[in-house]
């Protein structure tokens, strides 16, 4: 079975990787702190759907990108 916190920090750090952005300079587009940003990117914490949001416009992707396209945050951490 997968781990939605897993998957989730494996996307969040595939599109900074994707885009080329440092994880410094990605946590201040987003507003966010810099050591929270590597935390959920390790699956050690989640961000709230506000951070995941900014995060999603700091990369020019929509929400959803973070989720498999398909389902909202919600849905993915707690089914539909």
């Not at 994880?23 to 987003?30: I, K, P, V, Y």
């Not at 951070?51 to 700091?58: C, I, K, S, T, W």
């Amino acid at each position: 079975m997968s781990n939605p916190m897993a998957d989730l920090a494996q996307q969040i750090a595939a599109h900074r990787d994707m885009r080329g952005i440092s994880l410094e300079d990605a946590a201040q587009a987003a507003d966010i702190d810099a050591e929270r940003l590597a935390q959920a990117e390790a699956a050690e914490t989640i961000l709230d759907e506000d951070e995941l949001q900014r995060l999603a416009d700091a990369y020019g992707v929509g929400l959803t990108a973070f989720f498999g396209g398909r389902i909202t945050p919600k849905e993915y951490l707690f089914g539909a």
